[in-house]
């Protein structure tokens, strides 16, 4: 079991503060991405820092206005007019034409050349988490379906394996295998972590309290998603008619896609504070997405209700995928490291693949980024590239900008080959 950060033991390779040698916390990047864009009325940004107005799907980030980055006006220039859904999804992090029929072939993702730049300095090279299953088939445009359930490719051929299920999750970022699954993480360890108490200054040993407590708090959850598999699986087998009419869960999925998606940012969130990785791609939900939302009130399925995106029905969904970076921000924030947080060390990108669902319009992207990368990246800003050109505005440009951030310098990634001016 991996610890955060702490002032008083060694960490990163190098001794503690004490003994007058400088730490630098890592860097860290994740993508959430979220399928069929946005309610355009209602996303938008202007001023700057603390001043900055956001309007309406915008107003969760309220707490981070002077750490994020509203950004408009990009594109993925290998997405537009090549057909829509799948074609405008599948090279959403890689910029790479995507070819029709039985074999796929686009690019390799930016997070995955992250991840073989500098994924051998933590534990996993990456995490790549869904909250929604993949599907498989083809589009009426010719496009596989793997292109609209995946945006993290190892190579052009092949996507990353995307853990969708938080059980496996916890227990790949905490080596919890074979038979000790069912045993918590916390009591298995309990003798080392008091002894470390013990050793550790005043600070750190809240910091440790607290650590902790978020651990236990993730394996409660979890296990009660276990435990509600387990009373449906006995529930079937008890009464034969119930099990020809009930489809069998799946394992471990919690059924409420709000506790899915927290559970899968908490698990973001640990990753991170422990370095067990430094790159991670979140899909909250898959272009053509079924997710409903009964919670917002919303009576169709997350795809039909993008057929009619300047709805109120829409703009509620806008507004809960922004919640969710909220949320992983606010995480972040609260995990103290160094002079700042894990939040300061940090990206995290939100993006869509299009602008309008109901015009299926990826000339213009829905981005958002929250954390400084350590003060390498400048925060509090809205910045409009809509004017300044195609060559200009290529969303691989950014990339090209992040990476240089996270010290991976590249002379040209998918269509670009210069830096986004400005970024």
Not at 142 to 157: G, L, R, T
Not at 342 to 358: A, E, K, Q, R, T
Not at 375 to 380: K, P
Request: net charge negative; aromatic share 8%; with cysteine.
């Amino acid at each position: 079991m991996a610890l955060p950060w702490m002032e008083s033991i060694p960490s990163w390779g190098v001794e503690p503060v004490q003994s007058g040698v400088p730490v630098t916390p890592p860097k860290r990047f994740a993508a959430l991405f979220w399928g069929n864009g946005v309610n355009g009325n209602h996303w938008w940004a202007k001023g700057s820092g603390a001043q900055m107005e956001l309007g309406r799907s915008l107003e969760p980030m309220e707490p981070f206005k002077a750490r994020m980055n509203v950004i408009d006006g990009l594109f993925n220039r290998s997405a537009v007019g090549v057909g829509i859904h799948p074609g405008q999804t599948g090279n959403i992090l890689s910029g790479m034409p995507l070819q029709k029929g039985a074999v796929l072939h686009g690019g390799i993702s930016m997070d995955q050349v992250l991840a073989n730049r500098i994924g051998q300095d933590s534990v996993q090279p990456s995490m790549v988490l869904g909250c929604e299953q993949p599907i498989t088939g083809y589009h009426e445009t010719n496009f596989s379906m793997a292109y609209s359930s995946h945006i993290s490719w190892q190579s052009p051929d092949s996507p990353v394996p995307m853990e969708v299920y938080p059980s496996l999750a916890f227990d790949s970022l905490f080596e919890n295998h074979g038979s000790r699954r069912a045993q918590s993480i916390l009591d298995r360890v309990q003798e080392d972590a008091s002894s470390l108490s013990r050793r550790v200054s005043s600070s750190d040993r809240a910091k440790l309290d607290e650590y902790l407590t978020s651990v236990r708090e993730v394996e409660k959850r979890i296990d009660r998603a276990r435990g509600d598999q387990v009373r449906a699986e006995a529930a079937a087998v008890g009464d034969p008619g119930t099990r020809f009419r009930m489809q069998r869960p799946d394992n471990g999925l919690p059924e409420d896609i709000r506790e899915h998606m927290r559970l899968m940012c908490d698990i973001t969130a640990l990753a991170f504070q422990t370095d067990k990785t430094r790159v991670v791609s979140l899909l909250l939900c898959r272009d053509l997405s079924g997710l409903f939302y009964p919670f917002l009130n919303v009576r169709t399925s997350h795809h039909s209700a993008s057929h009619d995106d300047l709805s109120d029905d829409y703009e509620r969904i806008t507004r809960y995928y922004v919640s969710q970076l909220a949320y992983l921000a606010g995480r972040l924030d609260s995990m103290r490291e160094g002079e700042g947080t894990v939040l300061d060390h940090s990206c995290l990108l939100l993006l869509s693949n299009m602008w309008s669902g109901n015009h299926h319009d990826s000339t213009r992207l829905p981005m958002l980024t929250v954390g400084g990368l350590g003060g390498a990246l400048e925060t509090g800003r809205v910045l409009n590239y809509r004017d300044k050109g195609d060559e200009n505005r290529k969303v691989c440009s950014l990339y090209l900008s992040l990476m240089d951030r996270m010290g991976v310098s590249l002379e040209h990634f998918g269509d670009a080959d210069t830096r986004l001016a400005g970024i």
